[in-house]
């Protein structure tokens, strides 16, 4: 049976559970100091003067790093890499101040109280400018990105003005998402050293590869030079994506000072200077004739970005090829203002734009009086229509009927407002879930030991999904060894190269990698057999030997064989491989996405407004699964996680000064356990030959697509009041109904 696809076990679960795994933040090295970012305090402006005496003054403190002392960047501290490997730092070369929470100080001590301690004397005066914060203003002037994901920022296909012609029922409406910040168990953190001109990082971060080529570029120095160490990562979501101020300062500080520096940020520093997922307005207008087929669609985005920077999101690329459509445009637009530039949250621009394009959808069902279900399948598309290909594999349609039965969709009232239990308004909802299959080149380099044990490597990062399980699940598949002869490692910039763990592609890249090295060692390995006197395989065919749990056997005669380990020991020293795998000619070819159906029911309360979700299925259609338990436990997670999209996350910017007056874990508000019921997850048996040998597609992300366009669909269907600007939150829900 292949190891590939069963639910075993984690890995470094064992470890992680006993504290045995060490994250960036619990690294302590030999004469380490520590490195206490200062934060701006006004949205624009400049730093009038700094008094550092009084810092300099407090015990411990070892040096106040500010836009005065601070070592002197090529480039004035540009990465010169495109995201999400650099971006637009701050680090300290002058004395501008383009956002609130921007760093504009760095207090270095011998301990973290006094570092703190340091920051808190240190004096700054601000010259303040008008500072722009309101996304009601800066929409005014929004402009068009020249890109959005390397395709064109806006699109049409057919003729909009025809198809708006030949609607019979239209749907014209506005909806909104809000600022929402990372809050992962482990925050940034960061531990630079410095041995001569070599530089050694210890970071919390989902691109090693990246971070090692941004540090370089940034310093100046050669790439050979930088090695980035990360074998754990305390949960990501796209903030780490990124390599941010801090990585830099933290290796500015450590030069500055001549000894290794770590610098932690705290909860409150998660709000500014690391990304966030933007604020998004966007405009819908859906059209269908009678039937409920849609005549014309567009879905037009616009959303912030600070003024240093361009991050769009992209809310608009799922309505491109989601549905059947003949006349379509759709827009991107940025209104710049004063604040952090934003980043990657997960499933960036999908779980923003399905939501809206899901609960317009819901919209128009209701002014056709059609089942929302219906309507989706009525529209179903067979192939991209944006891109004019077909998709490598697409099982959508099993997700909303498997999705559908298991929910109990038929026992559905058509009538909002009909269905009640008591005080509680009883509401099902249902929306569709996507997400891109991607793939990048990725190596990875393998080894079988004289004792039978093999060692497997590639430069990748496990953010907690499980990336050290599948990948040794993978490589004992391909080398024919049991899963606890086989040891994996990543998390070192010095291993062959692997892509940053974002956009759902480091499994669908890596694998493929790990897969293709380990066939190479296993193959050499059965030639070292075949030509091995002292073998029972010797002068026998290549395609005749089988390996598997950890012995070489003949499949015409299980009987004739022996074990790995003999055939390495004999040969006396290990047998290494090393390989590449990327993208083919497949990509141009095939229009690669998972999709999903997302049903979700919920309970309002008559008389407050307070909505609760106890019931959420989810059915997916995603390729192959490396393993059924971890699968499952990434579409759970993606579901939680929308669950607080829809109703609890949201971050508040004061607009007089752009500062965020809940930044702390206390006050931004996600689902705690009480919040989360039940979660059903469906996977749909799909196979897709093109995305990658392996038939692997990536589930980080799609899980939380859909799930917020449920539960406001749900929210309508229980109270007959749309709430179109998220969270939902029951004073939306109680003014609509006063």
């Given amino acids: 049976m292949s190891i590939v696809g069963q639910g075993i076990d984690r890995t470094d679960g064992a470890g992680k559970v006993c504290g045995r795994a060490s994250f960036a933040g619990d690294v302590s090295v030999p004469n380490m100091a520590y490195g206490w970012i200062v934060l701006s305090t006004v949205a624009s402006g400049r730093i009038a003067g700094m008094d550092v005496a009084g810092a300099m003054a407090m015990p411990g403190v070892l040096a106040v790093i500010t836009h005065d002392n601070a070592q002197r960047l090529p480039q004035g501290g540009k990465a010169a890499v495109n995201p999400p490997a650099g971006r637009v730092l701050s680090l300290l070369q002058d004395d501008t101040v383009h956002y609130n929470n921007q760093p504009v100080a760095v207090v270095v001590a011998t301990s973290l109280d006094q570092a703190k301690e340091g920051a808190r004397k240190l004096s700054i005066r601000y010259a303040a400018t008008d500072a722009l914060t309101d996304f009601d203003r800066a929409k005014a002037s929004a402009h068009k990105p020249e890109k959005v994901q390397r395709t064109e920022a806006d699109t049409q296909r057919g003729d909009f003005a025809a198809g708006q012609r030949a609607a019979s029922a239209r749907v014209d409406v506005r909806y909104t998402t809000p600022v929402e910040h990372h809050n992962p168990m482990e925050p940034h953190a960061t531990v630079a050293s410095w041995d001569g001109d070599k530089l050694t990082l210890h970071d919390s971060t989902q691109f090693v590869s990246g971070d090692a080529q941004a540090l370089a570029k940034t310093l100046g120095i050669a790439p050979e030079n930088v090695t980035v160490l990360c074998p754990f990562v305390g949960g990501g979501f796209g903030c780490k994506g990124s390599s941010w101020s801090h990585v830099t300062l933290a290796a500015m500080a450590a030069k500055q000072v001549s000894r290794p520096v770590k610098i932690v940020l705290d909860r409150t520093q998660m709000f500014g200077p690391v990304g966030n997922r933007p604020h998004t307005e966007q405009s819908l207008w859906l059209g269908a004739d009678p039937s409920g087929k849609l005549t014309a669609m567009h879905h037009g985005v616009i959303s912030e970005t600070s003024v240093i920077e361009d991050w769009v999101e992209p809310s608009a690329l799922a309505t491109r090829m989601l549905y059947a459509c003949d006349n379509q445009t759709t827009t991107h637009r940025l209104a710049k203002m004063n604040v952090g530039t934003p980043t990657f949250m997960r499933a960036p621009g999908e779980a923003s734009g399905t939501f809206a394009l899901e609960a317009a959808m819901d919209e128009l069902a209701y002014a056709l009086k059609m089942d929302p279900l219906q309507l989706r399948l009525k ?8 891109k004019k290909k077909p998709f490598s594999s ?17 026992r559905r009232s058509p009538v909002p407002g009909s269905m009640r239990d008591g005080h509680w308004r009883l509401g099902m909802g249902v929306a569709t879930a996507t997400y891109p299959t991607n793939r990048s080149q990725a ?24 990336a050290y399980t599948v990948m040794t699940q993978v490589a004992a598949d391909a080398l024919g060894l049991p899963v606890g002869s086989v040891r994996f490692e990543l998390g070192d910039s010095r291993m062959p190269k692997a892509p940053v763990s974002g956009g759902s592609q480091s499994t669908a890249s890596v694998s493929p990698a790990v897969k293709a090295v380990c066939e190479k060692v296993r193959g050499q390995i059965i030639d070292l057999a075949l030509a091995d006197s002292g073998s029972p395989l010797k002068g026998r065919q290549r395609d005749d030997v089988l390996a598997a749990d950890g012995w070489l056997r003949l499949r015409s005669d299980a009987s004739r064989g022996e074990p790995i380990a003999a055939v390495v020991g004999r040969h006396g020293q290990p047998v290494r491989g090393s390989a590449e795998s990327q993208p083919g000619p497949e990509k141009e070819a095939f229009s690669m996405h998972s999709f999903g159906a997302v049903f979700a029911e919920v309970r309002v309360d008559d008389a407050l407004g307070i909505v609760r979700v106890p019931r959420v299925v989810g059915a997916y259609g995603v390729g192959r699964l490396l393993n059924a338990k971890t699968a499952h436990s990434q579409l759970m997670g993606g579901i939680v996680w929308g669950l607080g999209m829809a109703l609890f996350e949201e971050t508040v910017r004061d607009v007089r000064n752009g500062r965020c007056v809940n930044g702390t874990l206390a006050e931004y508000h996600v689902p705690v356990n009480a919040d989360v019921h039940e979660i059903d997850v469906i996977v749909v048996p799909e196979e897709d030959p093109h995305v990658n040998p392996l038939g692997v597609k990536g589930i980080g992300e799609i899980g939380i697509t859909g799930v917020a ?10 109270t007959g009041v749309r709430v179109r600007d998220l969270p939902i939150t029951l004073d939306k829900v109680m003014a609509r109904t006063a």
């Fill in 394 to 410: 697409k099982s959508l349609r099993d997700c909303y009927l498997q999705g559908a039965e298991r929910f109990g969709w038929s």
């Fill in 709 to 718: 366009g449920a539960v406001c669909n749900a929210v309508y269907h229980a």
């Fill in 443 to 466: 190596a990875a380099e393998a080894m079988v030991m004289p004792d039978g044990r093999a060692l497997v490597r590639s430069g990748t990062q496990d953010l907690g999904t499980g």
């Fill in 379 to 386: 529209n179903y598309a067979e192939q991209d229509m944006e």
